[in-house]
């Protein structure tokens, strides 16, 4: 079988999986907007730690217990005074007052920051991209990302994808909801009003043109 044909069976097959788990759907997404529509709430997004994401944890005045660490793939950081500290999941600030905590049986008031360089994140906050994009991947999803910005990051499309076709699948509300987003229109007609606001956690899947 041709491998063409097989990634696209197998894009067929997802989509007709989503359809029988019964993802209602809508036809259309509200337009990407300078400033989120409170129907989104992209404005009260907060970053979440993930495996992959490099901390660097500054605790005042003392330096032999600051650091830069690598969150491991069990969600969990190594100090020089705590061997396992759980990471994953939560805010830098939420991070800092847990450390602050947790220091506080070991010195005297404690006054801990902790920053993110290498932004990874949670899986579950990623947004994926599949099928016929010319990068397929995971992206690191960033406050006020639109439908455009994802798409530069993979590379656009390939010759061979329907991108008026794609599908936005989306958790809303503890259920899937699937969306038509029309992906040539935005990149090779220029129509900004097939912009589309991104949240954490989507999945675009971008189906092979049947010729």
Not at 137 to 159: F, K, P, S
Not at 191 to 198: C, G, H, K, L, R
Request: aromatic share 8%; charged share 20%; glycine share 6%.
């Amino acid at each position: 079988m041709d491998n063409r044909f097989a990634n696209n069976l197998k894009i067929a097959l997802l989509l007709l999986a989503t359809f029988l788990s019964g993802c209602s759907s809508n036809s259309t997404l509200p337009s990407a907007t300078l400033h989120p529509s409170n129907t989104i709430n992209i404005d009260s997004y907060k970053y979440l730690i993930g495996s992959g994401d490099v901390l660097n944890i500054f605790v005042w005045r003392n330096p032999e217990v600051s650091g830069s660490f690598v969150v491991r793939p069990d969600g969990m950081i190594t100090t020089s005074l705590v061997e396992d500290i759980e990471v994953a999941g939560k805010t830098p600030t939420e991070l800092a007052r847990s450390i602050e905590e947790i220091l506080a049986t070991y010195l005297r008031d404690p006054i801990v920051t902790v920053t993110v360089a290498n932004f990874v994140g949670p899986f579950s906050e990623q947004i994926r991209v599949i099928g016929e994009a010319a990068q397929p991947r995971a992206i690191n999803y960033t406050q006020h990302m639109t439908l455009l910005d994802v798409m530069i990051q993979v590379g656009g499309l390939t010759e061979f994808a329907d991108g008026n076709d794609a599908v936005l699948i989306r958790i809303e509300n503890g259920k899937q909801k699937q969306y038509q987003v029309m992906i040539d229109q935005l990149l090779k007609d220029g129509e900004i009003s097939a912009n589309v606001d991104m949240l954490p956690g989507d999945i675009i899947i971008i189906p092979e043109a049947w010729f």
